[in-house]
C-alpha cells in the first residue's frame, strides 16, 4: 500500500512519496517532525494541520520515549497556580525558547486554577496581536484551550465581594475573544511527553 511521508521540519518540508527521500530529510536533523500517511488526501490534511495536532498520543507511547521532541521554536507557554487554602489564583506567560517571563498577573482573590488558565491563554492571544506575532500558544490545561475554542468561560464560580475584578476580566476576555480574529494555534503542552510546562509556578 502507498504511503505518503509528511515532513514539517527537516531538510525538505512537505508531502514525500517515499521513505528514502524522508530519510535524508530528517535524519540527523535536529527536532524533525515527520509521519507517514496511507493517502495523500490524509497526508495533504495533516499538512495543513501542523505536527502536533497530526500525532495521537497512543502513537507517541508506541514509539518510545523521545519519539515527540520538545517543542524548540517561537512560542510561548502558559500556566496558572492555585491556593487550595486561601483561593488566591494568579497566572503568567513564559517565552518558551528563551524562558523570560513576558506576562505575570495576580494574584486575584476566591478564583479558580481554570479561570486562571483561560485567562493566561487570551492575555497571551492579546499581547501576540498586539505586536503582530503568529506564535503558537501552549497551555497544559484541556478545559481552558476548551473554553477559548468557545469564546465562553463555563465556570460555575460564584461572586463575592473579593472576586469583582476577576469577573470584570472573564468578561473581557470573552469580548475580546468575540471580537478579534488571530492566527495562533492553541496547543496542548503534553506533560508526559516534555516534562514539566515552563510556566508552571513550582508549587506541587
Known sequence: MAKYYVVWKGRTTGILNDWDSCKKSIEGFEGAQYKSFKTLKEAEGALKKGFYQS???????????????????????????WNTKTGDMEYQGIDLLTGKKV????????????????????????????????????SDSRTAISWVSKKKANTKLEQTPRNGELFELLERAETWLRTHRYPNRILKWETEWWGENPADFGRK
Open 55 to 81: 500525532i495521537k498520543p497512543k502513537e507517541t507511547a508506541a514509539a518510545g520515549p523521545g519519539r515527540i521532541p520538545r517543542p524548540h521554536y517561537p512560542a510561548w507557554v502558559v500556566d496558572a497556580a
Open 103 to 138: 506576562f505575570h498577573r495576580g494574584p486575584f482573590y476566591d478564583g479558580t486554577n481554570n479561570i486562571g488558565e483561560f485567562l493566561a491563554i487570551v492575555h497571551a492571544l492579546a499581547l501576540l496581536h498586539k505586536h503582530g506575532s503568529d506564535a503558537p500558544v501552549f
